[in-house]
């Protein structure tokens, strides 16, 4: 059974960091893309990170760029998003998710194959 399973919400000051994990198993996501997409309250669901789990080029919104980063451990089987300089608009649930087509799909939303089922990030002003 493939699970995404999120971990490291939480609430944190503006300008302060989070780091969030996503422990992938049930499968090898050789050639998947992986990544990160967030749901503020009263808003559609929002594209945040990704990378290629084999090849480790990245993309970002670009509400995030500059202040987010996107890593995974093959080894270990997790993906993390580094997340610094929050600000009260990052406040979200943040899922992991996977994809065996592609990025542009990904971003889209309509390729993806797994969602976790998130984690929730509150940041104060």
């Known amino acids: 059974q493939v699970q995404l399973e999120e971990s490291g919400g939480g609430l944190v000051q503006a300008g302060g960091s989070l780091r969030l994990s996503c422990a992938a198993s049930g499968r090898t996501f050789s050639g998947y893309i992986m990544g990160w997409f967030r749901q503020a309250p009263g808003k559609e669901r929002e594209f945040v990170a990704a990378?290629?789990?084999?090849?480790?080029?990245?993309r970002y919104a670009d509400s995030v760029k500059g202040r987010f980063t996107v890593s995974r451990d093959i080894a270990k089987g997790m993906v993390y998003l580094q997340m610094n300089s929050l600000k009260p608009e990052d406040t979200a649930v943040y899922y992991c998710a996977a994809d065996r087509d592609s990025v542009a799909t990904f971003i889209r939303q309509n390729g993806v194959d797994y969602w976790g089922k998130g984690t929730l990030v509150t940041v104060s002003s």
């Open positions: 990378m290629s789990w084999s090849g480790g080029s990245t």
